[in-house]
């Protein structure tokens, strides 16, 4: 069984989260969707704008038919990674530079592969966040 990891945020929770998943699942068997710890991102962002809690949104991906498991991280990097028992690391194409590379050659080494998804055209939390301000 090849498990397959992804890491996020997923707040505001969209199409592009789930066809993510989707894509995901081409990959591997079992799909480990990795939610960033709400307190963690508050206590680097505090103006950050979190609609819903860690928990909230770790019980939406959970009942995705797509999802295997859902855990919690603070940060993406190879202190997480090593904690995690899975084969397949999947970014988004916009993941690079930084930590980004660092957690790719550290995959890299430890035998684990990296693939890269496209993102849905059109959508973006972001965007969502930003129409939601407009009211």
């Given at each position: 069984?090849?498990?397959?990891?992804?890491?996020?945020?997923?707040?505001y929770f969209h199409i592009g989260h789930l066809r993510l998943f989707e894509q995901c699942k081409k990959y591997g068997?079992?799909?480990?969707?990795?939610?960033?710890?709400?307190?963690?991102?508050?206590?680097?962002?505090?103006?950050?704008?979190?609609?819903?809690?860690?928990?909230?949104?770790?019980?939406?991906?959970?009942?995705?038919?797509?999802?295997?498991?859902?855990?919690?991280?603070?940060?993406?990097?190879?202190?997480?990674?090593?904690?995690?028992?899975?084969?397949?690391?999947?970014?988004?194409?916009?993941?690079?530079?930084?930590?980004?590379?660092?957690?790719?050659?550290?995959?890299?080494?430890?035998?684990?592969?990296?693939?890269?998804?496209?993102?849905?055209?059109?959508?973006?939390?972001?965007?969502?966040?930003?129409?939601?301000?407009?009211?």
């Amino acid at each position: 069984m090849n498990k397959i990891l992804t890491f996020g945020v997923y707040d505001y929770f969209h199409i592009g989260h789930l066809r993510l998943f989707e894509q995901c699942k081409k990959y591997g068997d079992y799909l480990i969707v990795a939610v960033q710890n709400g307190d963690y991102i508050l206590k680097f962002k505090p103006d950050a704008n979190v609609l819903y809690s860690t928990e909230e949104r770790v019980e939406i991906i959970r009942a995705l038919r797509v999802v295997d498991e859902v855990i919690v991280y603070d940060t993406v990097g190879v202190e997480a990674l090593e904690k995690i028992d899975f084969d397949i690391l999947a970014l988004g194409e916009d993941h690079v530079g930084g930590r980004f590379d660092v957690v790719t050659k550290w995959c890299e080494e430890h035998g684990k592969k990296v693939v890269r998804l496209k993102r849905t055209q059109g959508i973006c939390s972001s965007d969502i966040k930003k129409q939601l301000s407009k009211g």
